[in-house]
């Protein structure tokens, strides 16, 4: 087990290394972006389901938060505004996490490929659902075409999928061991 400082340490980092990847992913990215909140590549998306296979459920969890509420300082949107964005994004790595343990009553084995296929699948739907539901019901401004859902989808699959086979690829050559 990592000692508390420690662990502070290593969610601090990876909530920057998630708002910096967030702000790369929109400059490198540009010309596949539909909104700040959408883009057909999201590499973050892929973030969201590292810090909890790194940090376990609630310190990757809050990693992710984190990372999140250090965008607010790069955008105009109002914090009552971006706070239920950036909850609905920090829990669909963990929702994923928790609804490929259920299904399938085993952990994540991260040098599975199809493992990695789930997990993307699970993770891109739960953070798209969710947040069109928020949209929906709270921020409809946001919501401004029926498109937009399998765009959003589709663009966490993509980013989610760019990071899970470069880590397994990791994995496999070095010969990895993550807990789960």
Not at 18 to 43: D, M, R
Not at 57 to 78: E, H, I, K, S
Request: net charge positive.
């Amino acid at each position: 087990m990592i000692p508390i400082p420690g662990v502070v340490v290593a969610v601090v980092l990876a909530g920057i290394i998630y708002a910096a990847a967030h702000l790369i992913n929109g400059w490198v990215f540009q010309l596949t972006e539909f909104s700040p909140h959408i883009s057909l590549i999201y590499i973050p998306a892929f973030l969201r389901l590292a810090n909890v296979l790194v940090l376990g459920n609630l310190w990757g969890t809050l990693a992710t938060m984190l990372g999140g509420f250090l965008l607010v300082f790069f955008y105009d949107t109002p914090l009552l505004e971006y706070g239920p964005n950036i909850l609905v994004s920090s829990l669909s790595g963990l929702c994923a996490f928790v609804l490929f343990s259920i299904s399938f009553g085993r952990p994540v084995d991260i040098k599975r490929g199809t493992d990695w296929i789930i997990l993307t699948i699970i993770c891109a739907l739960a953070n798209t659902l969710l947040h069109h539901l928020l949209w929906l019901a709270f921020y409809p401004e946001q919501l401004k075409e029926a498109s937009q859902v399998m765009r959003m989808a589709v663009g966490d699959m993509a980013g989610t999928l760019i990071g899970a086979y470069t880590l397994r690829f990791l994995a496999i050559r070095f010969n990895w061991r993550l807990p789960r």
